[in-house]
Nanobody, 126 residues
């Protein structure tokens, strides 16, 4: 059951930018959930890349995206964004957002996140 909806993926050249959005699907609410972004490239395991805590507002980035990606939360719109700048070919993957009911958002281990979106494809290529 899809409970989150991602959007904003697409094809971009190396060095370009994209902004992904993660919104709650109709009927899904989790006021205390932390939200994280994961990605999965072909033939690779799903990896967590960033999260934003609902408990204390802490933001976490994995080293692979630190300094290039920015996560943010619009509480009015009930949406979490992932601004991706200076994209590289190795960023090519399906990107997923996920909700952590504990509210912490870390560690970025997939089984800790009970609600997922369907994913959005990001392709970085010239």
């Amino acid at each position: 059951q899809v409970q989150l909806v991602e959007s904003g993926g697409g094809l971009v050249q190396p060095g370009g930018s994209l902004r992904l959005s993660c919104a709650a699907a109709s009927g899904f609410t989790c006021a205390n959930c932390a939200i994280a972004w994961f990605r999965q490239a072909p033939g690779k395991e799903r990896e967590g890349i960033s999260s934003i805590s609902k408990k204390d507002g802490n933001i976490h980035y994995e080293d692979s995206v630190k300094g290039r990606f920015t996560i943010s939360r619009d509480t009015t719109a009930n949406t979490v964004y992932l601004q991706m700048d200076n994209l590289k070919p190795e960023d090519t993957a399906v990107y997923y957002c996920a909700a952590d009911p504990t509210g912490w958002g870390v560690p970025l281990i997939p089984y800790r996140f009970g609600s997922w979106g369907q994913g959005t494809q990001v392709t970085v290529s010239s």
